[in-house]
């Protein structure tokens, strides 16, 4: 079992940025990727940026250039850096995590771009 807790979201205007943050406890040796996902209302939620246990990174089409995930293996932590943000970013961002025993999930943080 793996508990996630995500953090950070709120209100900002347009070109502006935030950090999230997602915390994660309980079997962390068990954890491969962890990333951030994001889900609007009526839509699919949909990956934003990944972070591989060897290092490797993924980012949506989207958000390259303006998003940058990182991780803390020693902390357990996984944020991301949202710079420029846009009025399409809005959504509830998800913590996820991989493990042996399948992915496990934050309960979101609401993120609002609008002026």
């Known amino acids: 079992q793996v508990k996630l807790v995500d953090s950070g979201g709120g209100l900002v205007q347009p070109g502006g940025s935030l950090r999230l943050s997602c915390v994660a406890s309980?079997?962390?040796?068990?954890?491969?990727?962890m990333a951030w996902y994001r889900q609007g209302s009526g839509k699919q939620r949909e990956l934003v940026a990944s972070?591989?246990?060897?290092?490797?990174?993924k980012y949506a089409d989207s958000v390259k250039g303006r998003f940058t995930i990182s991780r803390d293996n020693a902390k357990n932590t996984v944020d991301l850096e949202m710079n420029s943000l846009r009025p399409d970013d809005t959504d509830v961002y998800y913590c996820?995590?991989?493990?042996?025993?399948?992915?496990?999930w934050g309960r979101g943080t609401q993120v609002t771009v609008s002026s």
């Open positions: 996820n995590v991989e493990t042996s025993r399948g992915p496990y």
């Open positions: 972070f591989t246990r060897d290092g490797n990174t």
């Open positions: 309980g079997n962390i040796a068990s954890i491969d990727a």
